[in-house]
Structure formats: C-alpha cells, structure tokens
C-alpha cells in the first residue's frame, strides 16, 4: 500500500487498530506479554526480514506491522500488509514513515552481508553504518522507543578462541562486515549507556531457511546444500569438508529476536549483542545427512573466497548469557533442521 493510500483510510484504520491491539493483548494467553505497539521492519524483504515481518504482523495485527525496504518483497509478504519503499541510509525517509505511522519499535534489518561486503567495502561500511545512526539517533530524539538490530557472528577473528566462543572474549574481526558489526556492537552499547536508548541485539549465527534465499553471506552454503541435493542431487561446496561454524533453523533465530524484544529491559545484562549458540557442524555433516534422506546426493569441494572468511569465525558459541538473562534454548538441531528444510523445499 502506498503512503497516499493509507492516508485515506487512516482514521478507520486507527480506530480498528486500537480494537485489535486491544484484543490480542486481552485475549491470547500466550502473548499477554506483548505490548501493543507499531513496528517498522526495515529490510523487510530480506532472508530474515520476511519471516520475522510476518511473524510480528501475526502476533501484532498486519496494520501495525510496516514493512520497509529499498526493493519489494515476495508476493506473500507484500499482500499481506502496509508496504513502504524507503533507503535505511536516508534519515529523513526513515523518520516520515516513523512520525506517519507513529512507529514505537523499529528492527533494523538492512545491511550488506559478509560476501559482498568484501566486493563494496566502502558501500558496506555506508549502509551498515549510517542506517544504525540513524535509528539510534531517532530513538535519541524520542522518536521511537525500541530498537532491535543484529550483529553477527562476524564480530570475532582468528585470535578469537575458536570453540565455545565466550560472550566476552578477543574480537579482532578481520572482514569489513565484521568491523561493521562490531563497531555497531560499541554503539549500541554507548547510546544505551549515555543516552538510555532501549537497543538490543543477538550476534546471529548463519540461518539456514528455505522461505526466502540467503543475500550474500558465507554460509549460503548450508541452504545452497538443500536446494540443490533436492534439485540435481549434488553439490560443490565452497568451504572445505571440515569447517564447522556456527549456524541456526530460522524459526529458532526468529524466536530468539522476539524473546529478547519481549524480556524486562531490567533483565539484560548486555547492551552490545549476545552470543547465541544453536547448532555446530561442517559440511561433511550436513551432507551425511541429506544422504540419509537422499542416498544418491554426492557432496564435492572446491572452496573459495569465502573459505579464509569462514576460518577467522568460531564454530560454537557460548550463550550461557542469554540462556540466563532471557531464558533462551534452542530447539532445532541439524537433523530437525534437515527435515523441515527438505520438507519445506518439497512443498515450496
Ligand atoms: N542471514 C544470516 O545468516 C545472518 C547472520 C548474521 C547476521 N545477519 C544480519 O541480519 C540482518 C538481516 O540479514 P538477512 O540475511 O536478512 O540479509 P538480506 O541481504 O537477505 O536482506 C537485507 C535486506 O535489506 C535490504 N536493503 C539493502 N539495502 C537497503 C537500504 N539501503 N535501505 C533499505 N533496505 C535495504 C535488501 O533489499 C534486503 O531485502 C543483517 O543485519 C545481517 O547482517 C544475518
């Protein structure tokens, strides 16, 4: 819908917006902590950004739900709510569309990932940047209340200790999306301390999810795997048969950003990101077990680029933090992983 649009119908959307914000606060046992708000998804369109966009319009009410990006979405995320084409580097463009619709919470999704930030450093250092100013200093003025923004995995480097990375520990990222995400990390943390500015974060894993492709990232690898053993019933990798990293089922990474959003600020101990650990494997793993679904599917290596990009990360994390602060457990492992992600390919 356009903004002209929606301008039209605001009043009767107001008002039937209050009712339904109302009515899932009141009457859903297992959302009665969420808080009515408005959101703003910016880079909606996105891998994560379509799951949690319909995510949060099915536990909020589609209308309050505003997703944002540079480009449109698939069919299924733009019919199903307000959709408004904006730049997350162009502050004014973010703040019309926040004072429009009267947004409180914005998760900031935008960015360029570890692959092609590689290519672009400087175009990845402007976007992943200047769009986290821009928020925060939005939150700052008192424009909105909450923000959620995601670091990465990436914020550690080879000097980092490799397994069950700590929450705390040695971060000497050596990829411009990792020096992005870390120094997003020390600004977040800096405007909460000086500013009170309500910002949190998770350094996500790589998430594996066949409802929108992956844009750009180093471990593409562990969705390439499904789509192709499905299609040709083979395989080439670009890391090697042995790089373990870290990685996560999309409906688990999903959950674990709603949880957070939804924990008593006075539960978190951590402004910068936590460390969430869900599964560990290498591809020599996962392809064992595709086979167990698809005997014929052969795996071959010929790593790339991306191989020197995957040894500087850990390849399992500890998130002892997040399992106290906000209770947070993981529910897919690679075999419960594998079966969705086959089954929802099969069905897609
Ligand atoms: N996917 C992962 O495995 C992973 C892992 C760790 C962290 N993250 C982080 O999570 C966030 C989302 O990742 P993703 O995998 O969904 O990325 P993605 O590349 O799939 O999606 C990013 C979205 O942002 C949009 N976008 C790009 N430039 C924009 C701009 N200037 N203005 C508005 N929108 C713009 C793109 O069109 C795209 O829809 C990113 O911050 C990423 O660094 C992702």
């Known amino acids: 819908m356009t903004r002209c649009a ?17 009515n899932t606060f009141e009457t859903s046992k297992k959302i009665t902590t969420i808080m009515p708000e408005t959101i703003l998804v910016i880079g909606a369109c996105g891998q ?3 799951e949690l966009t319909m995510k949060l319009r099915d ?15 698939n069919e299924t995320l733009m019919a199903s709510g307000p959709f408004e084409q904006l730049d997350a580097t162009d502050l004014k463009a973010i703040e019309e569309v926040v004072m429009h619709y009267e947004v409180d919470t914005v998760y900031l999704m ?24 821009n928020v925060l200093n939005l939150a700052k003025e008192k424009k909105i209340e909450r923000i959620f923004w995601p670091s990465s995995i990436a914020v550690f480097g080879t000097t980092t200790p490799q397994n069950d990375t700590p929450q705390t520990t ?37 998430l594996i999810s066949y409802k929108t492709l992956p844009g750009g990232g180093t471990t593409d690898y562990a969705v390439d795997i499904y789509i192709e053993a499905l299609k040709e019933q083979k ?7 042995n790089t373990a990293l870290p990685m996560m089922y999309m409906d688990d990474a999903i959950r674990a950003t ?8 006075e539960n978190l101990t951590i402004r910068s990101a936590y460390n969430l650990a869900g599964l ?13 679904h698809i005997p014929e599917f052969e795996i071959t290596y010929n790593p790339d680029y991306r191989q020197a990009i995957a040894d500087s990360w850990p390849s399992s994390i500890d998130d002892s933090a997040a399992r106290k602060d906000w209770n947070w457990k993981t529910e897919f492992d690679l075999e419960k992983t594998s079966k969705a992600m086959l089954n929802g390919l099969k069905e897609s």
């Open 170 to 206: 040695i971060m000497e990222p050596s990829t411009v999306y990792g020096i992005s995400k870390q120094t997003g990390e020390r600004w977040c943390e800096y405007y909460f301390n000086k500013y009170g500015v309500d910002v949190r974060s998770i350094r996500y894993p790589g």
């Open 235 to 241: 395989y080439e990798c670009f890391l090697s048969e």
């Open 280 to 292: 560990s494997f290498t591809p020599k793993d996962i392809s064992k077990i595709i086979k167990s």
């Open 48 to 50: 994560i950004g379509t």
């Open 59 to 73: 536990l909020y009410g589609p209308d309050n739900v505003i997703a944002g990006d540079i480009r449109e979405g």
């Open 6 to 22: 929606l301008k039209n119908t605001e009043i009767i959307k107001k008002s039937s917006l209050s009712v339904l914000k109302l």
């Open 110 to 133: 935008a960015a360029m990932l570890s692959a092609t930030a590689e290519k672009f450093p400087m175009r990845a250092w402007n976007l992943n940047m200047n769009s986290l100013f």
């Open 258 to 265: 709603l949880e957070l959003m939804q924990a008593p600020a």
